[in-house]
């Protein structure tokens, strides 16, 4: 089972600021590795999949990159609204299985 | 848009079952995958497995095989998990997923609102 570890837990940032959230495979993946946010209350969003290509309509102060093990999403310049949970998923491994991060939580500095 | 919508709230004895179902517009429903994906309180996402009706049987996470079920039928749309032999730790949110937003397979654009599955006695 490949496992996908997010790091850090919780990440403090100003308004404005970057923000740079890591996920890391326990096997290589290749580039098939997507990113969510979740806000409070509800489902995830789609925001990137295949590593680095974002979807329609994302701004693209989120941006993904990495391939096989090592994955960042970075948020150059943090809005209100980008205050939330991000999720990797990968799917390189389908089938049989898809596997999720733990998540990181963006807060308020 | 693409608006998956699933069943009610739920509340379960521990050793019983539950069953939510998640309905997709019509139009492609068997090409697509629809995954379930729940998140206990507070907790992160947690795939439970997946089903292409087009290829036929799902595809389950090791954690839940032998206690969940997924099925489509394809003559509603609908979608359907089942989990049986429930326990307190199974008290979450169930989410199905369906991909196609984008042209690639298993990235999920596509969330139903989420079903709540307590277990209580």
């Known amino acids: 089972e490949i496992v996908l570890t997010q790091s850090p837990g919780i990440v403090y940032v100003s308004p404005g600021e970057r923000a740079t959230l890591s996920c890391k495979s326990s096997q290589s993946v290749s580039s098939s590795l997507a990113w969510y946010q979740q806000r409070p209350g509800q489902p995830p969003s789609l925001l990137i999949y295949?590593?680095?290509t974002r979807v329609t309509g994302i701004p693209d102060r989120f941006s993904g990159s990495g391939s096989g093990t090592d994955f960042t999403l970075t948020i150059s310049s943090l809005q209100s609204e980008d205050f939330a949970v991000y999720y990797c998923?990968?799917?390189?491994?389908?089938?049989?299985?898809?596997?999720f991060g733990g998540g990181t939580k963006v807060e308020i500095k | 848009q693409v608006h998956l919508v699933q069943s009610g709230p739920e509340v379960r004895k521990p050793g019983s079952s539950v069953k939510v179902s998640c309905k997709a517009p019509g139009g492609s429903f068997s090409s697509y995958a629809i995954n379930w994906v729940r998140q206990a309180p507070g907790q992160g996402l947690e795939w439970m497995g997946g089903i292409v009706p087009i290829f036929g049987p799902a595809n389950y996470a090791q954690k839940f095989q032998g206690r969940v079920t997924i099925t489509a039928d394809e003559s509603t749309n609908t979608a359907y998990m089942e989990l049986s032999s429930l326990r307190f730790e199974d008290t979450a949110i169930y989410y199905c997923?369906?991909?196609?937003?984008?042209?690639?397979?298993?990235?999920?654009?596509?969330w139903g609102q989420g079903t709540l599955v307590t277990v209580s006695s």
């Open positions: 295949g590593a680095s």
């Open positions: 997923a369906r991909d196609g937003i984008v042209d690639t397979a298993m990235v999920f654009g596509y």
């Open positions: 998923q990968q799917y390189d491994n389908w089938p049989p299985a898809l596997t």
